[in-house]
């Protein structure tokens, strides 16, 4: 099961909606994904700041850390709280000694995602609660991509939510189950990426930042995915600038898509999509097999 | 008494699928019957199960399994369908005005399904005894072990068409990625050209296009039984 949800504005005016928008999407997948829910957003970016999306306790004190890092760097670092999850700005060029910090002063904080734009939550628990528990509603932005998960493959956990980050700006949602994630986490162990669960959809992300990392594109390294991954998936990757859509070969979980003047949005069903401004009039599609789908704002 | 008189607006808006497929499956089967379902939003199962000479419109785009077992009644689908529209269908049209999602009429015994737009994967999975006739194209692993009834395609079909295919008939018009195991091309003969005619007929489109354009598939019968000399090909 699982549902995945993507919506990217192609129409400034819907930008203040965007959080709604997907809410709405996200909710109505609950039936697919029951266990936890998450999503990423892609807001302002501010020029030469980077944001790190920091998970931890709900009686942690993000001031306090952000104070201290702030004090320690001698730079402006601001933070901005959602129930477990806070978003830290830092400047961009610091973000490595930032993140040393934190592990020093903060060791049980987890950085979830970090990227110019992109804001990464996910937490257990109904799609409807998750949502409310980070403010969604009132989140901005030009693209956002959400999921719904039913576990199968590994435990219910918080760190076994998606989205899963794979670089700065760029995560993965994924909705199937890969057979031949042991064997390639392995691999991909060897080759110094690092895991913190047993979910196979973790190595899938892992898999995407091991090939960034060699130096290919996102497109390529979905193509190479194709290769390289054995079992089912439909994946969403959330970009800096956009997002990408990539079904298995034999199209295993249902995919369906809408484009309109106003956005692109996918659905894992049509109806996460019914309630979406002007649907009627979108063009509604289902998104072929193997092959990669790209929407970017620079287009 | 007239259809008219048996006419009702069911909104989805309003009420739920399982309010809507209680009532039509308490209609009077002595007589004939005119629904509209509005608002169906993407919602699974709407008029599934049917046994009834009814028209449902539906006016809009349905999610899985519309129509679903559907007996007797005539089910018109005014946008897109999710997956599995009229599976195991036993009599009566089921009629997509725009795509369908995947394994549209898997297991459909009887009846005709008309598909306007495209249909995407294991179109006519173990097709039963239906027609089915696509106007655009069809996806992967379409007819797959299809034992009996038609399917026509106005457009292409994708890979391993009809693999380990019984005795369903394949007419496509268009390109064939692949054929799938055990499936192949067969001459048109005569009486295939009349069966296809009268499938066109059937579905509104005898006379749009050139019966000559088409081929036709099916089974070479090498699959029935497991024979160890076949081994490979399984």
Redesign the interface.
């Known amino acids: 099961m699982c549902g995945i949800v993507g919506l990217f504005l192609k129409n400034q005016r819907l930008r203040p909606e965007l959080g709604g928008l997907l809410g709405t999407m996200l909710t109505t997948l609950s039936e697919r994904g029951p266990d936890s829910a998450g999503f990423a957003v892609y807001g302002e970016a501010r020029p030469d700041r980077i944001k790190l999306t920091l998970r931890a306790g709900a009686d942690t004190d993000f001031d306090a850390i952000a104070a201290e890092i702030g004090s320690q760097l001698g730079e402006d670092v601001s933070i901005c709280r959602r129930d477990t999850h806070a978003v830290l700005s830092v400047p961009a060029a610091r973000a490595a000694e930032v993140r040393a910090e934190l592990g020093r002063i903060a060791p049980d904080i987890t950085i979830v995602g970090m990227g110019r734009r992109m804001e990464l939550y996910k937490e257990v628990g109904l799609p409807d609660e998750v949502a409310k528990r980070f403010a969604l509603a009132g989140m901005v932005g030009t693209h956002a991509i959400g999921h719904t998960r039913m576990a199968t493959e590994s435990a219910v956990t918080t760190d076994g939510a998606h989205p899963y980050s794979t670089g700065a700006d760029q995560c993965l949602v994924h909705n199937g189950s890969l057979s031949n994630h042991n064997a390639l986490r392995r691999e991909l162990q060897r080759d110094g990426i690092g895991f913190a669960t047993e979910n196979d959809t973790e190595v899938a992300a892992g898999y995407l930042t091991w090939r960034l990392r060699q130096g290919m594109h996102l497109g390529a390294a979905l193509e190479n995915a194709l290769e390289d991954l054995d079992g089912f998936y439909t994946f969403v990757v959330g970009t800096e600038s956009g997002f990408g859509v990539l079904r298995d070969p034999i199209a295993c979980k249902p995919a369906v898509m809408a484009e309109a003047g106003d956005y692109v949005a996918f659905g894992t069903e049509y109806r996460a999509l019914a309630d979406l401004p002007g649907i009627e009039h979108a063009r509604v599609f289902e998104p072929e097999p193997a092959k990669v789908y790209f929407w970017d704002l620079r287009q | 008494m007239s259809l008219r008189a048996n006419a009702r607006d069911f909104d989805l808006a309003s009420g739920t699928v399982r309010e809507l497929n209680a009532a039509l499956h308490q209609l009077d089967p002595s007589t004939s019957h005119y629904w509209r379902v509005l608002n169906p939003?993407?919602?699974?199962s709407i008029a599934a199960g049917l046994d009834v000479d009814a028209t449902v419109e539906i006016e809009?785009?349905v999610?899985?399994y519309c129509a679903g077992m559907n007996k007797r009644a005539t089910v018109l689908i005014k946008g897109?369908a999710?997956?599995g529209v009229a599976e195991n269908m036993m009599s009566g049209l089921v009629h997509v005005q725009?795509?369908a999602?995947?394994s549209a009429g898997a297991t459909a015994n009887g009846g005709l399904l008309v598909i306007d737009g495209s249909a995407?994967?294991r179109c006519g999975i173990s097709l039963k005894g239906a027609d089915i006739v696509v106007k655009g194209s069809i996806?992967?692993?379409s007819a797959f072990m299809a034992q009996a009834g038609a399917l026509v395609v106005l457009g292409d079909a994708g890979e391993a068409l009809g693999d380990s295919i019984y005795e369903a008939k394949l007419f496509v018009r268009g390109k064939v990625q692949s054929l799938g195991a055990d499936c192949v091309e067969k001459k048109l003969k005569d009486k295939h050209r009349k069966k296809l005619h009268a499938l066109l007929q059937k579905a509104g489109i005898a006379g749009q296009v050139d019966i000559e354009e088409f081929r036709r598939y099916g089974s070479a019968r090498r699959l029935y039984h497991f024979h160890v000399d076949n081994a490979s090909a399984y």
């Open positions: 939003k993407g919602r699974h809009g785009n999610g899985y897109n999710g997956v725009g795509d999602s995947q995407s994967a996806g992967h692993m």
